[in-house]
C-alpha cells in the first residue's frame, strides 16, 4: 500500500509563491503517477497537475499553466508543487493523490493525501 503525506500549505499574499510537498512511502512502485487536485468550499475538486515518476511527463490544468511547476525527485519518492503568482481564486485544500496512469479526474488515483490548505489574500 502506498501511503502519501502533503506539506508546505500556509498562507501567502497574492503574487507570492509557495511549495506544496508530497511524500509518498509503501508500495511506490505499483503508484508511480503523483496528481494534486484542490478543492475549494462548495466546490468540487478539481485537477491541478499530474506527473509520471517513470518518465517525468507533466500534465496541467490551463488556470495553472505557467505558474505551477510539478518535479518529481525519485530518490526522496517526494514531488513537489511549485506555485508562483498566485492568485486568491488558488485557495483550496491541496490534494495529492497516487495513480497507475495521468489522468485529469479524481477517479483515476485510488490513494490520497489528508490534504494541506492553502490560502491567498488579496
Known amino acids: 500500500q502506498v501511503h502519501l503525506v502533503e506539506s508546505g500549505g500556509g498562507l501567502v499574499q497574492a503574487g507570492g509563491s509557495l511549495r506544496l510537498s508530497c511524500a509518498a512511502s509503501g508500495l511506490t512502485f505499483l503508484r508511480r503517477v503523483r496528481g494534486w487536485f484542490r478543492q475549494a468550499p462548495g466546490k468540487e475538486r478539481e485537477f491541478v497537475s499530474a506527473?509520471?515518476?517513470?518518465?517525468?511527463?507533466?500534465s496541467y490544468a490551463d488556470s495553472v499553466k505557467g505558474r505551477f511547476t510539478l518535479s518529481s525527485d525519485n530518490a526522496k519518492n517526494t514531488v513537489y508543487l511549485q506555485m508562483n503568482s498566485l492568485k486568491p481564486e488558488d485557495t483550496a485544500v491541496y490534494y495529492c493523490?497516487?495513480?497507475?496512469?495521468?489522468?485529469?479526474?479524481?477517479?483515476?488515483?485510488?490513494?490520497w493525501g489528508q490534504g494541506t490548505q492553502v490560502t491567498v489574500s488579496s
Open positions: 506527473i509520471s515518476t517513470s518518465d517525468g511527463t507533466t
Open positions: 493523490a497516487a495513480g497507475t496512469l495521468v489522468d485529469t479526474t479524481p477517479g483515476g488515483y485510488d490513494i
